[in-house]
């Protein structure tokens, strides 16, 4: 375990289930300290070892809370350095009847209110936050997914295309980013095994090359790596993490 002035910091959005709790979990196992953000309280029966003191709750719909949880983040990093940044945290509405939202059925305010969370929130955020980043040569971790490159059974059409828009800031934030010694990288998780599993999820099994869900914990592991020494030469980069499905 490092010693308290060595830790590294990781902020953290959508850490309250799935992916984002196993996140928070693999760093702080290895050390990290952690600060998760989420438009929810702290949960009570979370075993994060920060707990409340280490969680700020944030409502990536809305410009102003965003810009506001901004500055907090900054008042809890006294050495002004952030090692990590990932934007987890999504949304993906569904009809009244828990059908797909496609180009047609989505109104104007469900588009900007997921580009809103899924897109211009991590702008925000990478912004508020380039010279703690900076300070640190730290890296950002943009999760997107695989309905960003096709089209996908469950996911809607502002979902997806958010998505895609993120995989584009990826790239553009690592060429502007990198001469400041900040690596940009993606994840494209395909098929996860969460509580937030669409009906219908089991028969695309029988189309994922390795016959399986992924877990949170294999996500999270790659995080991990993207925001690690052991990947110090790899940015501008979106890792598919889908058990072969994109194939």
Sequence with gaps: MAEPNDRKTLVLTGASRGIGHATVKRFSSAGWKVLTCSRYPF???CPWEAGPEGHIQIDLADPASTIEAVEEIRRRLPDGRLDAL??????SPKGPDGERLDTITTDLKTWGHVFHVNFFAPVVLARGLIEELTAARGAVVNVTSIAGARVHPFAGAAYATSKAALAALTREMAHDLGPRGIRVN????????????????DKLVE????????????????????????SSYVTGVEIEINGGQHI
């Design 86 to 91: 990932v934007n987890n945290a999504g949304i």
């Design 43 to 45: 949960p009570e029966d």
């Design 186 to 201: 993606a994840i494209a998780p395909g098929e996860i095994e969460t509580a937030i599993l669409s009906p219908g999820t």
């Design 207 to 230: 189309q994922i090359p390795l016959r399986r869900l992924g877990t949170p914990e294999e996500v999270a592991r790659t995080i991990y790596y993207l925001c690690t020494p052991e």
